[in-house]
């Protein structure tokens, strides 16, 4: 079993900047780049709206973006805290949503409850 939690989500001006975390916790698979681990992922979920995918970081270190948020966000990680973080600069009104953040691993896929974002214009 996996617990993934976010948090650092509010609300923020347009152009304005938030950071949010998702700390893993539970069995070995849940420990950034050890066994089982494949990799982590930010989500988002706007109203009305299917939810899509932010950027992902897998096992190795590769990162990939959605290009709706190519050279704003970046994603990072602390293996000692094992954590992911997810850096949002020059935020915008259409990224307003609840961010997820999911766990991929050899057991299964697991997913955080969320938090919200909301970017006033």
Do not use: H
Request: proline fraction near 2%.
């Amino acid at each position: 079993q996996v617990q993934l939690v976010e948090s650092g989500g509010g609300l923020v001006q347009a152009g304005g900047s938030l950071r949010l975390s998702c700390a893993a916790s539970g069995s070995i698979a849940s420990r950034i780049n050890t066994m089982g681990w494949s990799g982590m992922g930010w989500y988002r979920q706007a109203p009305g709206k299917q939810r899509e995918l932010v950027g992902t970081i897998t096992r190795g270190g590769s990162i990939n973006y959605a290009d709706s948020v190519k050279g704003r966000f970046t994603i990072s990680t602390d293996n000692a805290k094992n954590t992911v973080y997810l850096q949002m600069n020059a935020m915008q009104p259409e990224d307003t949503a609840v961010y997820y953040c999911n766990s991929e691993t050899a057991w299964g896929t697991y997913w955080g409850r969320g938090t919200q974002v909301t970017v006033s214009s």
